[in-house]
Every structure is written in C-alpha cells, then in structure tokens.
C-alpha cells in the first residue's frame, strides 16, 4: 500500500511515502526550489518520492494532508469574535487569504494534484489528519518503541498547540491538550520576534544566544507572561501578546515590561537581548520539564517521543534526558510542520488502514538515519558539475577520504556531499559543510567567511557514537543533531580569573576545550553521533580524522549560507563552493579545490539569499 503525506500552505511544505508501513522517501520543497521555508504545494517533493518509490501518480492508494483547514478556520473565526472589535484589520487579511486559497483547500488540493496525472475517485483516497495527530504519530511510529507517552508542543495546529497522548502497538490515544492562545511555541516566537530574529526560522538563533547572557528576567515572564501550574500547564497573559489581533507578535505592554521596543534585524545585538534569550530559555525548559514529570507519573510509560517545532529545542530536550525523566527518549529529526507530512502518511496506515506495527525492538528507529531524500550516482555528478566548468578528479573510495581528512587537519572548510539528502533541519553528513574542531579559530571562519551569518552561531560536533561517552556528557545515541550535552570534564581547559571576567560576545574567542569549535559559552554542544549501519562513508571519515589526529570528532555545519536551505543536487553544491570561502568539495568521488577553479565562474553568493 503506498500512502503519500502532504504538508503545505503556512510553512515548510514537505511530501512523504510510505509503503506498507516502510519509510520510502521524504523531502522539504525549499530544497528544489530554493526558497527557504516554501510554503506553496510540494510538487517537486511529491515527484522525487514517486520517482524515489518507482511508482506513478495512479499507483497511490491514499494521499492525506497533515492537518484541518476547516477547524483553522474556525479557530481564525472565534478568535476574532472573541477579540473584536480589536483587530478588525488583522481578521480583513485573513480573510481574504483564506477565501482565495484555505477556505476551499480540498478543491485546491484536487487541482494541484490532478497536475501529476489523471485517476478515478480522487476524492475518495484524499484524506485529512489533524495537525498534532500527524506530529504524534510522527514521532511515535518511526520510534523505537512499541509503547511511549508522545508531547507535542508547537506554535498552533487547528486549536492545539501542546498535546499529550499515548501510543501502543498500532493506536495513538490523545488524553491532554493545551489549546490556542495558549502556546508554549508562540510565547517562544515572541521573544524571537522581540530580540530581532524572523518568526518560524529565527527559533535556533535564539537558543544559541542564550548561554551569553544571564536570566535576570526570567521572573519578569513568570510573574506577568506566563502562569505556569505543578503539572507544567500553562496560561499566557494575552495582555501583553498581539498575535491574536495584530501583525506583530508583541505590543507595547511587552514593550514597556522589558524596557524598550522590538529590536530591528539590522541594529546590533547587545547583553539586554542576551540576557532576554537566556531568560526565555529558562523558563521554557522549566515548563517543559515540569509537563514531562508529570506525564511520566500520568501515563506511567517510561519512553518519551517529541514532535513539533518546539522540540527542536535541543537544550531543553537534553534536560529532559540528563535528570532521567523517561528512561529513553526519541525526537522525531523533522519535528516542524515537513515532519507533518509523515506521520499524516504514517497514522493513514495504522490508524485509517488499521495495518499492525512492525514489533519494535526499543532500540533502532525507522528513519533510515534521516536520509531519505534524493541521491545522485557518480555519473550524473561528472556530467552535471562537467556542464558547470567545474574541474576536478576522481578519485576512490580511500582516497577521497584520504584528500577530504588531510584538508580538514590543514584547516581547510570541506564541502561534503554524498547519499541521499537528509530530511529535516539538520545536515547529518549528506550535505554538510565539515572542519577541524581543534582549531580555535575555525568557528569564527566558517559563521563570517563560509556561512554569511552571525559570529555567536555555535556549530555542532559529529562524533563517532562509539566514543560520544569519551568526549561528552552523553551516553546514549544522539543520531539526529537534536540532544545538547556538555564537554567532559578531562577535555576541557580552565579558564583565567581574566577570561571568567568577559562578558557577551566577548567569550567567543575564548578557548574552553580541546574542541574549541564546537565548545559553545557553556562548554555544551550539540551531539550528532555517526553509526556506521546508517552512514558508512561519513563514519570512514570520522574515523581516517581519529586515526590521523587522536579526536573521533569533526565540526558539521549544514551545506548551504545563511538564508538558504540545505543543497540538495551537484548544482546547488558547485554554486554554494564558487560562491563562498569553502576551499574544498567533495562530491560523490569527485574531488575539487578552489585554487583549481575558474575565478570567472565565482558568484556572489552573499547576497543571493533573504535573510533569515
């Protein structure tokens, strides 16, 4: 039975295949198109996965989109009345958005699909979920568990906007939810919004600015934001919040409660904003931790999933693991709305059809590693970067490890691209852009001269998952990107009475291990453990760099710059290495350096992109 999930229309449109309960394929839009977060209809995703799968457009038992368009728009309804007559302009707005495209979504959805073929009975085999059902079962599927309580936390669904349920066997039982305004997302958001950063894509920034600043207000959220119960639930104070009648995420109360208005994009950050990342970040992971005790004691299960772009928090999700709340925990790797897609795809099979899990074995997951987008073969690379100019060798399988490591202990920036593309977030060693984490200078190389981006973004380690307990304070798989832990004591350095004096951005520069790189303020990073079973090659890598350098660990950052998705084909990686510092690209077993290319062919590629 092949069954294709669908996320469209308010941000990081995805498709997914599923056959017969096996992950087939899976793909953000924004990769094809390369726009970032595209919210339009995924036709190119919905082609990769029925070329991926070998099937045609008629071959589809079931298509299904990942939430309800009516109960949002119901939802948009009884917000305004409940609000009117304030934002009367906000509510005209969305309307008409809504009766153009939303409204009659199953129509427009019938259109857009009819553009891959022509079949009978299409509307018997569309299908709809609810929003943080597709999340749900996104994480507990795919998991390595056969029963696990599920928290679900983003910005809104339909209503929802946390939802605790529990799954066993084939069956998902919702038993708790918060609901719009509510939203431990949304209140996030807002402190993104306040702080300079973009709204659904700025989330990260936030995280990673936090450990330069102090909490010094995080009662100031406590006492007027947020009233946070025993249990972990929660009830914002929507005096001070404009999302439900404005354009903004914040009003002028806000304003005044932390002593100033929003900061622009283009002024500069200063220790105020850090110290507002650092607070909201608290009392978010305080939250967080409180409603995972309490569905522990609740439901009584010891395995935990998360979905929903909240659990992207990967700081908070390493809380929840470091004091031992669950026994094990899973997080979904495309946790946002794409993820959506999946489990759509996912609770179609088991709950819809009914089909029975494959028993699960409470230790490997079904998600292949996360590599389930397209790959090119070593032909199709020659002859597409051939027709860009690009000059390069080819080389073995050892050699390219050889060439790629001795760059890498030069100090070189290493574009890697090899398998299939990584779905979710975070490159995992597919499309990565790799460094030496011995090198002090090496984070500052790659934000300012590679990445185009803000000089405080910390970059995250890939470590063998055989020695991840040697090098940090982790001893369980981290294959995703998506658990913070800190560096061990034994490697790290003592700082100077001088050094433990700085402030803000003026740690950066200071080392704190022997992995400065990848050691951010706090001495933390974020873990991306490397299986041999799910990515031999990049675990050869790793390897070849251990044996050379004595250190199972390698600086990965995502192959792309700021305010441009992740690569997806040879073109987007010949394009991102010609038009940025990068001095070297591995590519299949195509082998290039910059000194090797034609300076006519460099682009500027600072530019190219909005701004995340």
């Not at 772009?309 to 709340?325: M, P, Q």
């Not at 030069?410 to 090899?418: L, Q, R, S």
């Amino acid at each position: 039975m092949n069954i294709l999930g669908i996320s469209a229309y308010y941000h990081d449109s995805a498709c997914a295949l599923v056959r017969d309960g096996d992950i087939v394929a899976a793909a953000h839009e924004e990769r094809f198109t390369r726009k970032k977060h595209d919210d339009r209809f995924p036709h190119h995703a919905l082609e990769y996965c029925l070329s991926e799968a070998g099937i045609s457009y008629a071959d589809l038992d079931h298509v299904v989109f990942y939430d309800k368009p009516f109960l949002k728009f119901e939802r948009l309804l009884e917000t305004y009345i409940a609000f009117a007559p304030r934002g009367f302009k906000s509510f005209c707005t969305s309307m008409l958005l809504w009766v153009k495209d939303k409204l009659f979504l199953k129509d427009t959805l019938l259109r857009e699909l009819s553009l891959h073929g022509t079949r009978d009975e299409l509307t018997k085999i569309l299908l709809f979920s609810e929003h943080h059902l597709s999340h749900s079962a996104s994480a507990f599927y795919p998991s390595p568990f056969h029963e696990a309580a599920i928290l679900t936390m983003d910005g809104v669904g339909e209503w929802a906007t946390t939802t605790v349920a529990v799954g066993k066997g084939k069956d998902i039982k919702v038993v708790r939810e918060i609901n719009f305004p509510h939203s431990l997302g949304l209140l996030y958001s807002a402190f993104t919004y306040y702080t300079g950063f973009k709204v659904n894509s700025g989330e990260y920034k936030l995280m990673g600015l936090a450990p330069y600043g102090t909490p010094r207000h995080a009662d100031l959220i406590r006492n007027n934001l947020v009233d946070i119960k025993e249990d972990g639930s929660f009830r914002l104070n929507m005096d001070y919040f404009n999302y439900c009648t404005g354009f903004t995420m914040t009003n002028t109360r806000f304003d005044a409660l932390f002593g100033g208005a929003a900061r622009r994009p283009d002024e500069p950050l200063t220790a105020r904003h850090m110290d507002l990342a650092a607070s909201i970040q608290v009392v978010t992971e305080e939250i967080i931790l409180a409603m995972a005790r309490n569905i522990a004691r609740e439901t009584g299960q010891k395995h935990l999933c998360l979905a929903g772009g909240v659990a992207l928090n990967c700081v908070a999700n390493g809380r929840i693991l470091r004091e031992k709340v669950f026994e094990k925990i899973w997080i979904q790797p495309a946790s946002g709305d794409a993820g959506g897609a999946l489990g759509a795809a996912l609770a179609a099979y088991h709950l819809h059809c009914g089909a029975e899990r494959t028993p699960a074995d409470g230790v490997s997951d079904r998600m292949k590693g996360a590599y389930l987008g397209p790959a090119f073969t070593q032909t199709e690379i020659e002859t597409r970067i051939r027709e860009l100019g690009a000059v390069f060798e080819v080389l073995s399988d050892e050699e390219i490890l050889k060439r790629s490591v001795d760059d890498l202990i030069a100090g070189k920036a290493v574009g890697w691209f090899y398998g299939r593309m990584e779905f979710g977030p975070r490159a995992l060693g597919a499309r990565s852009i790799l460094g030496d984490p011995r090198s002090a200078a090496m984070q500052a190389q790659l934000n300012l001269k590679v990445k185009f981006r803000e000089s405080f973004r910390p970059f995250a380690p890939s470590v063998l998952r055989e020695d991840v307990d040697t090098w940090f304070e982790l001893a369980v798989d981290s294959p995703y990107m998506l658990l913070v832990a800190d560096v061990v004591e034994e490697k790290r350095r003592r700082m100077s009475e001088q050094e433990l004096q700085l402030f803000g951005i003026d740690k950066l520069n200071v080392v704190r291990s022997e992995i400065p790189a990848v050691t951010h303020v706090d001495y933390s990073a974020r873990i991306q453990t490397v299986h041999k079973e799910t990515n031999p090659r990049y675990h050869k890598l790793i390897s070849l760099f251990k044996e050379r350098t004595g250190c199972p660990v390698i600086v990965n950052t995502s192959f792309n710059v700021r305010g441009e998705p992740i690569i997806c084909t040879p073109e987007d990686a010949f394009r991102c290495f010609m038009g940025t510092d990068i001095e070297s690209l591995a590519i299949g077993n195509c082998y290039l350096e910059k000194a090797a290319q034609d300076e006519k062919l460099g682009i500027d590629y600072k530019n190219t992109f909005e701004l995340d």
